[in-house]
């Protein structure tokens, strides 16, 4: 057994990265090393949760990942490859740009294995809409720094209720100025402060560990 | 059902709704804790006056018997009675006059006029009585601003402010303040009020709008701009003011964004937009403002520090009020408090905040990432006080946040930080902070002999635009602009205001980038290497 996990949650890039292709060429399968750079990063949310870790430290995470699962990509074979856990689309509302925690939550999600589609930030409610109708994702995750945007997302739910399409979805809302009240408003499923419960929550209703 | 208490030394009734609390009751009165209010501290002691009231456990744990028995009290566990009387007058902020209200004269004029410079601030409101024909500051006036009663910073008054009532009560609250403060300032000082013909009040963008009566939504999302932010004229009749004879009331334009005529003001109170050489004006405050310029170019921006600065969000944060950590310092590698008032400490704010923290990296009790080192995971200071990991964390943000901005508007115009001749540090926070802390902790990424303390200079600038205003404005500028009070202009005003280019941060991706990078503390205390932007 070797330490990759040890070495992601410690942020040893370099380290990491080296002891990935050690196990390529040790003949690894590409699901044994790829669990074990998830349960570091999983540790790595864990420290951040706790504290120990800031922003810096988990986007440093986040490219030590990005940068060994592009090691790994080339030795996935097709019928190996792992079927996404659930689609995410994530998106920033009209009036808000803060696209900091939105980031790191489509990190936290790739990392668990979803496909996420990102529209950025100021979106249309329209613009959600459509890409609910296009890319039928299993979650609508909508991140908020600034209150008035809560005014744009509230249009966008409202027209997913209108046009029939809130029931197959779950709709997440999370940022530092969310509340239990602004998902009330919004009708959604889970609000959270917390990237990582947020990711928890999704991996919890795909039936996944 | 509604009930009364007292408030002493005010001698004030205050109404709660049912199942309000004393802190919001308070706050609703423009009185806001000292502390966190989580009975952590004790910062909040009160004396009851009249009423019955058994102390609870953590009270009977905080004071003596004796002082249980005299009525102290912690106001975060006082469920309000009706009836009851508090004395709360031991919350006195520490003397913050001076520095927020500093009596510089300005040029002597020829004319036999008196006028008034406000300094419309989130927080305080100064307003000051000047001879003109001397120059001399006559007297002076505090107050808190009462808008507070509706949201202690200004992102929760714009959002207030969204439905017509919530506007109409923060725009009547704000001019009754500035009234009352004009009314009181004359007839303190005994002048004839007629012989006041002017106040210039300055503020940033929301405090400008909100006296001017004009809409905040702008402000409240992207891009958070307002077209609106020129120059205003009003008269004091139409601001409803009663015991003021007819006066004019000007409020300095704005900048862009958030960046307000206080900002403004600066530049005239530094001189900065007149140097051949670049300089640097910094307002350290819940939301940072940044100029960088020179004679040929300004740029401005202004960035979400949140209230780290303030002791906001902390956990044993106050205001820099008696109890207060205000200052720390290492003695032979070992941290020595200084504490506002003749009392033990209690809490922490802002300025001891920054130097704690640059004591803990130089201890190794934080490493550059903010991690605490230490095994407690605290960062003690006195035996009731300690810093916790997410103080840090807070204080990592706000640092980051006008760093960031500094770095930017650097890139953007091009200019290396040694390049930058004076770093001028507005506002009280900006005052108090100890530059090398503020270095050491790379809130500031300069040498020393750039950072220059400057005081208030809202209220300075303020005063200079008193004699500049005089001879420019004339009825029929006024009568064009009868639509759009934009059009009023001042030459010497609108040099700066057509100069300034605003730079928004939070719709550039560098910044996101720069900021993730800033909120790291700098490995050791050596005066951080300047990287040029690649």
Same mark, same amino acid.
């Not at chain 1, 979805?169 to 009708?187: D, H, M, Q």
């Not at chain 2, 709704?17 to 609703?28: T, V």
């Given at each position: 057994?070797?330490?990759?996990?040890?070495?992601?949650?410690?942020?040893?890039?370099?380290?990491?990265?080296?002891?990935?292709?050690?196990?390529?060429?040790?003949?690894?399968?590409? $699901?044994?090393?790829?669990?074990?750079?998830?349960?570091?990063?999983?540790?790595?949310?864990?420290?951040?949760?706790?504290?120990?870790?800031?922003?810096?430290?988990?986007?440093?995470?986040?490219?030590?990942?990005?940068?060994?699962?592009?090691?790994?990509?080339?030795?996935?074979?097709?019928?190996?490859?792992?079927?996404?856990?659930?689609?995410?689309?994530?998106? $920033?509302?009209?009036?808000?740009?803060?696209?900091?925690?939105?980031?790191?939550?489509?990190?936290?999600?790739?990392?668990?294995?979803?496909?996420?589609?990102?529209?950025?930030?100021?979106?249309?409610?329209?613009?959600?809409?459509?890409?609910?109708?296009?890319?039928?994702?299993?979650?609508?995750?909508?991140?908020?720094?600034?209150?008035?945007?809560?005014?744009?997302?509230?249009?966008?739910?409202?027209?997913?209720?209108?046009?029939?399409?809130?029931?197959?979805?779950?709709?997440?809302?999370?940022?530092?100025?969310?509340?239990?009240?602004?998902?009330?408003?919004?009708?959604?499923?889970?609000?959270?402060?917390?990237?990582?419960?947020?990711?928890?929550?999704?991996?919890?209703?795909?039936?996944?560990? | 059902?509604?009930?009364?208490?007292?408030?002493?030394?005010?001698?004030?009734?205050?109404?709660?709704?049912?199942?309000?609390?004393?802190?919001?009751?308070?706050?609703?009165?423009?009185?806001?804790?000292?502390?966190?209010?989580?009975?952590?501290?004790?910062?909040?002691?009160?004396?009851?006056?009249?009423?019955?009231?058994?102390?609870?456990?953590?009270?009977?744990?905080?004071?003596?018997?004796?002082?249980?028995?005299?009525?102290?009290?912690?106001?975060?566990?006082?469920?309000?009675?009706?009836?009851?009387?508090?004395?709360?007058?031991?919350?006195?902020?520490?003397?913050?006059?001076?520095?927020?209200?500093?009596?510089?004269?300005?040029?002597?004029?020829?004319?036999?006029?008196?006028?008034?410079?406000?300094?419309?601030?989130?927080?305080?409101?100064?307003?000051?009585?000047?001879?003109? *024909?001397?120059?001399?500051?006559?007297?002076?006036?505090?107050?808190?601003?009462?808008?507070?009663?509706?949201?202690?910073?200004?992102?929760?008054?714009?959002?207030?402010?969204?439905?017509?009532?919530?506007?109409?009560?923060?725009?009547?609250?704000?001019?009754?303040?500035?009234?009352?403060?004009?009314?009181?300032?004359?007839?303190?000082?005994?002048?004839?009020?007629? /012989?006041?013909?002017?106040?210039?009040?300055?503020?940033?963008?929301?405090?400008?709008?909100?006296?001017?009566?004009?809409?905040?939504?702008?402000?409240?999302?992207?891009?958070?701009?307002?077209?609106?932010?020129?120059?205003?004229?009003?008269?004091?009749?139409?601001?409803?003011?009663?015991?003021?004879?007819?006066?004019?009331?000007?409020?300095?334009?704005?900048? @862009?964004?958030?960046?307000?005529?206080?900002?403004?003001?600066?530049?005239?109170?530094?001189?900065?937009?007149?140097?051949?050489?670049?300089?640097?004006?910094?307002?350290?405050?819940?939301?940072?403002?940044?100029?960088? @310029?020179?004679?040929?170019?300004?740029?401005? *921006?202004?960035?979400?520090?949140?209230?780290?600065?303030?002791?906001?969000?902390?956990?044993?944060?106050?205001?820099?009020?008696?109890?207060?950590?205000?200052?720390?310092?290492?003695?032979?590698?070992?941290?020595?408090?200084? +504490?506002?008032?003749?009392?033990?400490?209690?809490?922490?704010?802002?300025?001891?905040?920054?130097?704690?923290?640059?004591?803990?990296?130089?201890?190794?009790?934080?490493?550059?990432?903010?991690?605490?080192?230490?095994?407690?995971?605290?960062?003690?200071?006195?035996?009731?006080?300690?810093?916790?990991?997410?103080?840090?964390?807070?204080?990592?943000?706000?640092?980051?946040?006008?760093? *960031?901005?500094?770095?930017?508007?650097?890139?953007?115009? *091009?200019?290396?930080?040694?390049?930058?001749?004076?770093?001028?540090?507005?506002?009280?926070?900006?005052?108090? +902070?100890?530059?090398?802390?503020?270095?050491?902790?790379?809130?500031?990424?300069?040498?020393?002999?750039?950072?220059?303390? +400057?005081?208030?200079?809202?209220?300075?600038?303020?005063?200079?635009?008193?004699?500049?205003?005089?001879?420019?404005?004339?009825?029929?500028?006024?009568?064009?602009?009868?639509?759009?009070?934009?059009?009023?202009?001042?030459?010497?005003?609108?040099?700066?205001?057509?100069?300034?280019?605003?730079?928004? /941060?939070?719709?550039?991706?560098?910044?996101?980038?720069?900021?993730?990078?800033?909120?790291?503390?700098?490995?050791?205390?050596?005066?951080?290497?300047?990287?040029?932007?690649?």
């Amino acid at each position: 057994m070797s330490n990759l996990d040890q070495l992601i949650e410690e942020l040893k890039r370099d380290e990491a990265l080296g002891e990935v292709e050690l196990r390529l060429a040790g003949g690894e399968s590409v $699901t044994a090393i790829l669990d074990d750079c998830r349960a570091g990063m999983a540790r790595v949310g864990e420290l951040f949760q706790e504290g120990e870790y800031f922003l810096a430290d988990l986007i440093l995470s986040a490219e030590i990942f990005k940068s060994a699962a592009a090691l790994l990509e080339p030795h996935i074979n097709p019928e190996q490859q792992q079927k996404a856990l659930g689609k995410v689309l994530l998106a $920033t509302m009209r009036g808000d740009i803060h696209d900091l925690g939105k980031n790191i939550l489509a990190t936290l999600f790739r990392v668990h294995s979803f496909e996420v589609h990102d529209l950025g930030v100021n979106v249309e409610p329209e613009d959600l809409v459509q890409e609910v109708k296009d890319f039928q994702p299993d979650f609508v995750g909508i991140s908020a720094l600034i209150t008035t945007s809560f005014e744009s997302a509230k249009e966008a739910t409202d027209q997913l209720e209108k046009e029939g399409l809130r029931d197959g979805i779950k709709i997440l809302v999370g940022g530092a100025v969310t509340t239990p009240e602004v998902k009330t408003y919004l009708g959604a499923d889970f609000q959270t402060h917390d990237a990582t419960a947020g990711v928890a929550y999704c991996v919890n209703a795909m039936g996944g560990c | 059902m509604s009930l009364r208490i007292g408030i002493e030394p005010q001698s004030r009734w205050l109404t709660l709704a049912a199942g309000e609390s004393l802190r919001d009751a308070l706050f609703r009165a423009g009185i806001e804790f000292p502390c966190g209010g989580k009975s952590l501290c004790g910062g909040c002691q009160v004396q009851l006056l009249a009423g019955e009231i058994e102390p609870d456990t953590a009270e009977k744990e905080y004071f003596s018997a004796e002082d249980i028995a005299s009525g102290w009290r912690l106001a975060c566990r006082l469920k309000p009675q009706n009836g009851m009387r508090l004395r709360i007058e031991q919350w006195q902020h520490r003397a913050a006059a001076p520095i927020l209200s500093d009596t510089q004269s300005i040029e002597p004029g020829c004319e036999e006029t008196y006028r008034i410079a406000i300094d419309l601030g989130t927080t305080t409101v100064v307003a000051q009585l000047l001879n003109m *024909a001397t120059g001399e500051v006559l007297s002076v006036v505090s107050r808190l601003n009462p808008q507070a009663a509706y949201g202690a910073d200004l992102m929760s008054r714009i959002d207030y402010a969204r439905n017509d009532e919530g506007f109409a009560q923060l725009v009547n609250t704000v001019r009754d303040c500035a009234g009352a403060m004009i009314s009181e300032l004359i007839h303190s000082s005994g002048i004839d009020s007629a /012989l006041v013909d002017r106040a210039i009040l300055v503020g940033n963008t929301a405090m400008h709008h909100l006296f001017s009566g004009i809409d905040v939504a702008p402000l409240a999302s992207v891009p958070f701009s307002t077209i609106h932010g020129g120059l205003r004229r009003l008269e004091s009749a139409e601001l409803g003011w009663k015991g003021v004879d007819e006066l004019a009331v000007w409020v300095l334009p704005c900048l @862009g964004g958030f960046v307000g005529g206080d900002v403004l003001a600066g530049l005239l109170a530094t001189q900065l937009h007149r140097e051949r050489e670049t300089s640097l004006l910094v307002d350290l405050g819940t939301n940072g403002e940044i100029v960088l @310029g020179n004679r040929q170019q300004l740029i401005c *921006a202004s960035t979400a520090a949140g209230p780290a600065f303030e002791g906001g969000g902390i956990l044993m944060g106050m205001q820099a009020a008696a109890g207060a950590i205000d200052a720390v310092e290492l003695k032979d590698g070992e941290l020595c408090c200084h +504490v506002i008032g003749q009392q033990s400490a209690r809490g922490i704010c802002g300025s001891g905040l920054v130097d704690a923290v640059a004591c803990g990296l130089e201890l190794g009790w934080i490493d550059p990432s903010g991690r605490i080192t230490r095994e407690d995971k605290r960062i003690p200071l006195t035996s009731d006080v300690y810093l916790s990991q997410q103080d840090i964390r807070q204080l990592q943000l706000a640092k980051a946040a006008i760093a *960031a901005g500094i770095e930017l508007l650097c890139a953007q115009m *091009a200019v290396s930080k040694e390049a930058v001749i004076n770093v001028f540090l507005a506002g009280a926070f900006g005052n108090y +902070v100890d530059v090398s802390s503020a270095m050491r902790i790379g809130l500031l990424e300069f040498t020393q002999h750039q950072i220059k303390p +400057v005081g208030n200079t809202a209220l300075q600038g303020a005063r200079l635009a008193l004699g500049l205003a005089s001879d420019v404005y004339d009825e029929q500028l006024r009568e064009e602009a009868a639509d759009d009070t934009d059009k009023v202009q001042l030459p010497e005003l609108t040099a700066i205001t057509e100069k300034v280019v605003h730079f928004s /941060l939070g719709e550039s991706q560098a910044f996101q980038s720069l900021f993730i990078e800033k909120t790291k503390f700098p490995e050791s205390s050596a005066t951080p290497e300047y990287q040029p932007e690649v």
